[in-house]
């Protein structure tokens, strides 16, 4: 008896969580309710628990923040995204310019935002506070940059743009598709998403283009 209840509380492989794990869909379930009736920054760690029925300690064997649980709500539709992104993004189409599929890239990533600012805010936020990591660092955002550098490589040695860094303007790109950013050009000067895109292609497409003598 004592071996069956130690074998229960051994880690989880998170690989294989919610295959081998009851509480795993219930634990989301619950948080996707709560989120939605109440909005992230006011559910706690507590109140899933108590949602799904289950104990805190159940409940911090499987997440340790809400982080976790968010990125676990994301982690389908991110992958999705993430891999139709990157087939995109090495079309080998002569019709379609590296900087014109670079916009298309970003416009994208800005939908894709706007869909899920709070998740992936949440999620960025207790990534860089746990890890002491940037943003830069985070796997979104990593993958997100070898596709844009990819790009605009192509696009300076196509001879579409000006002479730049490609690393140190894809970095500064994605600063400013951070989620933070995002919800608050939202809350502070009410920007819609299209007001948000067209800032963001003025500086990094627009303002990229090699002008022609």
């Known amino acids: 008896m004592k071996k069956t209840e130690k074998a229960s509380l051994a880690p989880i492989d998170p690989a294989n969580q919610q295959t081998i794990d009851p509480y795993h869909e ?4 619950a948080a996707r309710e709560l989120f939605k009736a ?5 559910v706690s760690m507590y109140s899933i628990a108590k949602q799904a ?8 064997r499987r997440f340790t923040d809400k982080g976790e649980i968010c990125s676990a709500l994301l982690r389908d539709s991110t992958g999705r995204f993430l891999t139709e992104l990157e087939r995109e993004a090495q079309s080998s189409n002569a019709d379609d310019p ?3 599929r670079l916009q298309n890239s970003i416009e994208q990533v800005v939908d894709f935002i706007d ?7 949440l999620i960025k936020s207790e990534f860089v506070g746990k890890k002491q990591l940037t943003q830069f660092e985070h796997p979104f955002f990593r993958r997100v940059n070898v596709i844009f550098t990819e790009l605009l490589s192509q696009a300076a040695e196509n001879g579409e743009i000006v002479n730049i860094d490609p690393h140190f303007t894809v970095t500064a790109l994605l600063s400013v598709l951070s989620p933070d950013l995002y919800l608050y050009q939202q809350k502070a000067h009410q920007s819609t998403k299209e007001d948000i895109t067209q800032g963001i292609l003025t500086l990094f497409i627009d303002g990229l283009v090699r002008k022609k003598r």
Do not use: D, K, P, T
């Open 53 to 60: 029925g289950i104990g805190q300690g159940s409940l911090y």
């Open 26 to 29: 219930r634990i989301l379930n």
């Open 98 to 100: 590296a900087l014109q």
């Open 38 to 42: 109440s909005g992230l920054e006011n």
């Open 115 to 121: 869909q899920h600012a709070e998740l992936l805010h």
